[in-house]
């Protein structure tokens, strides 16, 4: 199991008193597979992501990424957890406006310790994997919508993590591209062996997807369960 919170509770200040954000929750994703949490705004959906990618600290609960409980990790060592274990994929790319798709990967290893030019040929095997190879040196502004969606995702694979994190990747694209974007996360959290993680208000788009849970003021309850495809 890549990712496992148990009894997970964060709360905010709230002038004299304390906003619950998430209330007692509980997820489970195995690897391999992709779990849809749907919600309305406010219920907690982006806590629970800041919660399952370290990036805040639960009042109470535990985190646990691949097999390694984050409780009490330095903030060095979240750092290291994040950057080899955990991949974001962002609501918008932010991808960087002098770089070309390729370089855009590259940066991501870099920032792991490793020489970029010794990880091209990961880095274009990712590109290729997104349907990109023919676009690995186009700058950001040379790209659609989709296709920067799609560098964006590549990039968060790029230090192979175990699981992936991803936030509302279909806000900004159409029904088409968007069910695109879906199919491609569900394809590839398969092939990769990912826990993944996806944040989502679109109930019309989740076919593909091994399973739905809603949030709901603060509280995790699970909504329809979607058989996955063959092998």
């Not at 959906?45 to 330095?74: E, Q």
């Not at 560098?151 to 806000?171: C, F, G, H, K, Q």
């Not at 088409?176 to 398969?190: F, H, K, N, Q, Y």
């Amino acid at each position: 199991m890549s990712l496992h919170l148990t009894a997970v509770t964060l709360t905010y200040p709230d002038g004299a008193g304390r906003l619950t954000a998430l209330d007692d929750v509980t997820l489970e994703v195995p690897d391999g597979s992709l779990t849809a949490v749907v919600g309305p705004s406010g219920s907690g959906k982006s806590s629970l992501l800041a919660v399952a990618a370290t990036l805040v600290t639960p009042d109470r609960g535990t985190v646990v990424i691949d097999g390694t409980n984050t409780a009490g990790l330095t903030r060095k060592e979240l750092t290291e957890l994040r950057c080899r274990r955990i991949g974001i994929v962002f609501q918008q790319p932010h991808l960087l406006a002098s770089l070309t798709a390729v370089e855009q990967l590259q940066v991501m290893a870099q920032l792991d310790g490793r020489r970029p030019r010794g990880v091209r040929g990961r880095a274009m095997e990712l590109l290729d994997a997104v349907g990109l190879a023919d676009r690995a040196a186009r700058r950001p502004h040379q790209l659609s919508g989709g296709e920067r969606q799609r560098v964006n995702i590549a990039r968060a694979l790029m230090n192979a993590p175990t699981v992936l994190l991803v936030d509302e990747p279909t806000s900004a694209l159409d029904h088409e591209r968007g069910s695109a974007v879906i199919e491609l996360l569900t394809r590839l959290t398969r092939q990769r062996t990912t826990a993944t993680v996806l944040v989502t208000h679109d109930r019309a788009q989740l076919d593909t997807v091994d399973r739905v849970v809603e949030v709901r003021d603060g509280r995790l309850r699970e909504g329809i369960v979607v058989a996955p495809d063959g092998p």
